[in-house]
Nanobody
Framework: QVQLVESGGGLVQPGGSLRLSCAVSRSYFSFNTMGWYRQAPGKERELVAIITRYGGTTYTDSVKGRFTISRDNAKNTIYLQMNSLKPEDTAVYYC?????WGQGTQVTVSS
């Protein structure tokens, strides 16, 4: 069974930054895509950013230019660097690797 362990969420003021991490218990090369999704209260879960096996990336429009997804292949860990955070970025962020999900980490952007 694949384990995904997330860390790095928290409370930050608007304009601030956070970095999320997700360590996966299997080689990154096992997965077609790895990435981050988020779910705000009362809303459906949505894609934030994904990175493919070969390093291609995709972002949802609302985070382009502010968020960066990356991967440390040796550590089988993906990251989400979030800059210029906005209150509307507040959500539970979930790590994903194909059909596998992490437990989620809360990100709250508030003054």
């Amino acid at each position: 069974q694949v384990q995904l362990v997330e860390s790095g969420g928290g409370l930050v003021q608007p304009g601030g930054s956070l970095r999320l991490s997700c360590a996966v218990s299997r080689s990154y090369f096992s997965f077609n895509t790895m990435g981050w999704y988020r779910q705000a209260p009362g809303k459906e879960r949505e894609l934030v950013a994904i990175i493919t096996r070969y390093g291609g990336t995709t972002y949802t429009d609302s985070v382009k230019g502010r968020f960066t997804i990356s991967r440390d292949n040796a550590k089988n860990t993906i990251y989400l660097q979030m800059n210029s955070l906005k209150p509307e970025d507040t959500a539970v962020y979930y790590c994903n690797a194909d059909i596998n999900w992490g437990q989620g980490t809360q990100v709250t952007v508030s003054s």
